[in-house]
């Protein structure tokens, strides 16, 4: 894409009032633009990178198993009666809406009881268990303080598994599979080494629980970290009898952190099920509920968690993984026709190679371009200058930059 | 994918109270779950339909240059008291909800007012102009009825499109490229020759605007054609001054068609840009409010659409272009090893190849197979049985029918 062809332009200042490094960064490159606090509308940049880390949780979700599906917004206050959630002193942060006629409607939080009710449809016998089910989808959570960019939202995207097995042990097969599949999702959004599998309290569904925290002084939690055995127990949770409770007998207490919840996966037992009436027969014919589990992580989430992890000074710093384009072209000397040409070839031919590149096509000074692109992020920096064509045409070599580590490269074009 | 693995059933009977075929179709197939009226979960065969039609709606609207975002559904009061589009009595379809604060809040129902403030950051002079931003995303609409199954949502997908350009002039070549744009969607489809360009007032925006209308019997509007020129108007707005004052002269008054509204483009001048304070400065300097349109087309209501206009008294008949798999492999005798090893081993090399395929692997009598498939409505039907595997090895043909002509074809494996 062109860099004058895209409407969005980078700014110097970060608007007032927005007082996370996440959004403060995500607006001044042209990410996201700010509706209200809390609420982001992505910019073609950043549906790009959205979309990207959506992805790779999908192939995730779907190499266990997963079955891709979409519930919907607007929440039917029958079903949340049936298990307790409906009223705003059980949730508290509901946004609830109405029908012309004055019924009342929620706007999904989450979705436990909706999934459970559409599954009585499909769920008979033990021989349709286990499965497992998930979207990804947008969440509306009435926070009543929402300064943290796309890490605490009001309207964000979640992805949210639900697994319905026979009993607690299939469960538990399913639990610890789970358990992997998130660190594989984090390893490939470049944060896998910042991010613990954390114990925790299990609230509000159960004793006990896991979740996974990635270590950043953007955090709103505290973790107690293990190194050794790359585990951490919330501060808030931490005490014997989780250490016990959970088997992790010969804990090592380490450092505490601040970190960032980026998932978190629940036994729900059979709560839900039994309150909408989830059932199947089991090989000698009697009813019992299904066993079921929630597994939660959120895109727009990981998306401010990256940029909080992985910025630098200049700006932020995306894995490859997630990057919007891979090469950020960057052509100086634009008046120069000869120059121009060149660069246009070199990006017409990433084009066709079906490489994404972002071309910095515009006629601005060198030192507005690379600051520009410092802050947007993209992981390498081809510049074509005067002083590429300088170079006799049989080894012309293009100066390629590596946006976290600084490192420049000579390259053919070829070897790109 | 297997059957056995999907989570999802077929249904003789559609749930009571749903009147639409649409619906009724969509449910007993397994394709979409209804939540209340006017509100669908997509289920997983749903959501590989959806986006389907979302992808091709995609590329032609990148085709035409326009960029993709994402804007919220949660509406900041402030922007539609700017348009005068906040009050109920002005718009009688909101869904409000209010933050913990008691500040109010809209449920997006379209968002010409916040792309138009959106864009204020990024619109300064004559050279960012013209550009064109789209998206493909949930609206909200408080219909008072809601009976049409997909065809009229309170909650459902719209994709819609805003162009920005300098004056009159310069959008109308947009606007009329758009008409073009909208015929390949549907052309692609699969509803192109039942669907018509027709002019029609321009309420709320202009008077005079054109729609596309798609000829059904589900439909809730009337439309006057003229197929000599492939065109129609809408009976309400059919009169002496629209034919006159749309250059409309010589058009042929023939047959009289229901019809559904699948797509509408709007000249929105500068209504929205003046209210929100989106201004560029021409060449000379002069502040000059920026000449918008906007341009909607929902995929859930094609999705809808397609199924009204294309079912027959089998079930769904989807082309191929948007069908949740090409192949539907159907096996008989399950019970006899070597033909299951048979269609296991077609299985298996068609998803080698990436070929989409529904494998009905379910040991289940042939009638009722034959039954959920024509409800499914897959284009290619390939049944293995006993008979398959009772031909020589050297010359085995398989049975291919096709889901809308009912026509049969023998084909080698190495044929699909």
Redesign the interface.
């Known amino acids: 894409m062109k860099q004058t ?5 980078t ?1 110097k200042e970060a608007p007032k009032g927005e007082e996370s490094k996440n959004a403060q960064l995500l607006i001044r490159a ?1 990410y996201i ?1 700010k ?2 606090a809390g ?6 940049l ?2 790009r990178v ?1 979309k990207n880390i959506e992805q790779i949780i999908r192939e995730e979700m779907n190499k266990v ?1 997963g ?10 206050k029958k079903l949340w009666k049936a298990s307790g959630r409906w009223d705003d002193s059980v949730v508290d942060n509901w ?7 004055d019924t009342e ?1 929620g ?1 999904g939080f989450t979705h436990e009881e ?1 999934i459970a009710n ?2 009585v ?2 769920v008979n016998s033990y021989k ?1 268990l286990p ?1 497992y ?1 998930y979207q990804i989808q ?1 969440k ?1 959570r ?1 926070e ?1 303080r929402a300064k943290a960019g796309l890490m605490r939202g ?2 964000f995207v979640m992805k949210d598994l639900y697994s ?1 097995s026979k009993n607690e042990e299939e469960h538990n097969i399913f639990y610890e599979a789970m358990k992997e599949s998130y660190m594989r999702v984090f390893g490939r959004l470049g944060i896998g080494e910042n991010t613990y599998l954390t114990a925790s309290n299990g609230k509000p569904f159960s004793k006990y629980s896991y979740e996974f925290q990635t270590v950043s002084s953007a955090g709103e939690d505290v973790i107690v970290i293990d190194k050794s055995k790359n585990i951490a127990i919330n501060k808030d949770d931490f005490n014997e009898s989780i250490i016990s409770d959970l088997h992790l007998k010969g804990f090592e207490v380490g450092s505490e952190e601040k970190s960032v919840e980026v998932g978190d996966i629940y036994s729900l037992g059979t709560k839900y099920s039994e309150a909408l009436g989830l059932v199947y027969k089991d090989e000698k014919g009697k009813e019992l509920p299904v066993y079921m589990g929630s597994y939660g992580m959120s895109p727009t989430r990981l998306m401010g968690t990256i940029v909080e992890v992985l910025s630098d000074e200049g700006g932020i710093v995306w894995p490859e993984s997630v990057a919007p384009f891979k090469y950020h072209l960057v052509l100086l000397n634009a008046d120069k026709e000869e120059v121009k040409e060149y660069a246009d070839s070199i990006y017409n031919s990433l084009q066709e190679k079906n490489i994404e590149v972002l071309y910095d096509d515009r006629d601005k000074p060198a030192g507005e371009k690379f600051a520009d692109s410092d802050l947007i992020g993209i992981p390498k920096r081809i510049v074509i200058s005067q002083k590429t064509l300088d170079q006799s045409e049989d080894e012309r070599k293009l100066e390629v930059k590596d946006r976290k580590t600084g490192e420049v490269e000579m390259l053919l074009e070829g070897e790109l």
């Not at 062809?5 to 332009?9: A, M, R």
């Not at 609420?39 to 073609?44: A, F, N, S």
């Not at 946004?95 to 006629?101: A, D, G, S, W």
């Open positions: 062809h895209l409407f969005t332009k700014r042209g633009h509706e209200m609420v982001y509308t992505m910019l073609p950043g549906l959205l198993g079955q891709e599906m979409n519930l919907t917004a607007l929440q039917d946004f609830k809406t109405k029908l012309k006629n409607l706007l909706p559409a599954m449809s499909f349709d499965f089910a947008t509306f009435n009543s009001r309207e319905f």
